[in-house]
Nanobody, 118 residues
Framework: VQLQASGGGLVQAGGSLRLSCAASGIIFSGYDMNWYRQAPGKQREWVARIDPGSKTNYADSVKGRFTVSRDNAKNTVYLQMANLRPEDTAAYYC?????????????WGQGTEVTVSS
């Protein structure tokens, strides 16, 4: 299983970025896809989720600014980030999760760095 995140970079406050995460080795359409982030010196925090039916949920800190979407034909999940703030600076990770009935199948990608300058 591979989850390949990309799209990070340096952006000024108020700017936008789109992160992508391409999955392989899983039946992508059946998985919950999540974005997490981890700022330097802080714990990893959940950012957004999209389920197989494309229902979405967001952390309060990003609600109204970030949009998660998926393209099952491309096995890819996206995180569109707008109105970025310095506190959004973090490594962003994608996660694929599937409930088996007795436990979670859980896969992580490598992080992509987002730096927001003030």
């Amino acid at each position: 299983v591979q989850l390949q995140a990309s799209g990070g970079g340096l952006v000024q406050a108020g700017g936008s970025l789109r992160l992508s995460c391409a999955a392989s080795g899983i039946i992508f359409s059946g998985y919950d896809m999540n974005w997490y982030r981890q700022a330097p010196g802080k714990q990893r925090e959940w950012v957004a989720r999209i389920d197989p039916g494309s229902k979405t949920n967001y952390a309060d800190s990003v609600k109204g600014r970030f949009t998660v979407s998926r393209d099952n034909a491309k096995n890819t999940v996206y995180l569109q980030m707008a109105n970025l703030r310095p506190e959004d600076t973090a490594a962003y990770y994608c996660n694929a999760g599937l409930w088996s009935g007795s436990g979670w199948y859980n896969y992580w990608g490598q992080g992509t760095e987002v730096t927001v300058s003030s």
